[in-house]
């Protein structure tokens, strides 16, 4: 079975311009999270979405950052203007949430550097 | 308290060393936890489940402490291959869906 799929795996980018990450998570989970990983600050979570739906994006750094889900089988994470600090790996995570808390499956990153 | 901590470490040891690391976590409601093991460059991974009666799977032992409210991941003999960072997950309460992950505790196992 495909896991969850992210792309692009790197992106290379200068200052001030627009990035579009993507994601396919597991099918038939309803749970898609986004998170940021850098040395300095960890894991951090971005923006969860439970069937299709943005529940908390609270962790959203600012209006440069936005999230789409517009089917169960594919989300965005689209920055702009994009911005040297917004340099780390960003990884989408799914999983099948009912009345209780499932395992997260992980993606293997989009690894960004905005020079 | 933060909601989980972890010692970063490093944690230096030598093959077949036997090491054990903590996660304290600040919500005592949470009944279930998770370790997940991420490697250099990659994805974090579930490692282990962790309940109230604890958990073993080969090397690898899993704990909770709910009265310390901490869980602990002792790994017997340490092979060069364990060598990763370990993340202590707490899962979400109060009706969330979002669980909180630790910064993780880096482990090097050397010849």
């Known amino acids: 079975d495909a896991g969850v799929i992210q792309s692009p795996r790197h992106e290379v980018t200068e200052m001030g311009q627009e990035v579009t990450l993507r994601c396919k998570p597991i099918?038939?989970?309803?749970?898609l999270f986004w998170y940021r990983q850098t040395m300095m600050r960890g894991l951090e979570l971005l923006i969860y979405?439970?069937?299709?739906?943005?529940?908390?994006d609270s962790g959203m750094p600012e209006d440069r950052f936005s999230a789409k889900m517009p089917n169960a089988s594919f989300s965005t994470l689209k920055i702009q203007p994009s911005e040297p600090r917004d340099s780390a790996v960003y990884f989408c995570?799914?999983?099948?949430?009912?009345?209780?808390?499932?395992?997260?499956?992980f993606g293997e990153g989009s690894r960004l550097t905005v020079l | 308290r933060k909601e989980v901590e972890q010692d970063p470490g490093p944690f230096n040891v030598p093959e077949g060393a036997t090491v054990a690391f903590n996660c304290t976590y600040s919500?005592?409601?949470?009944?279930?936890f998770f370790w997940y093991r991420q490697d250099c460059r990659k994805e974090p991974k579930l490692l282990m489940s962790?309940?109230?009666s604890g958990n073993e799977d080969g090397r690898f032992t899993a704990q909770l402490n709910r009265a310390s409210q901490y869980i602990s991941l002792l790994i017997r003999d340490s092979k060069l291959s364990d060598s990763a960072t370990y993340l202590c997950?707490?899962?979400?309460?109060?009706?969330?869906?979002?669980?909180?992950f630790g910064r993780g505790t880096s482990l090097i196992v050397h010849p």
């Open positions: 995570a799914s999983s099948f949430s009912a009345t209780a808390f499932q395992e997260l499956f």
């Open positions: 099918s038939g989970h309803n749970s």
């Open positions: 979405f439970n069937n299709n739906v943005p529940i908390d």
């Open positions: 919500n005592s409601a949470s009944q279930s």
């Open positions: 962790v309940y109230s």
């Open positions: 997950v707490v899962p979400p309460s109060g009706g969330s869906y979002i669980p909180t």
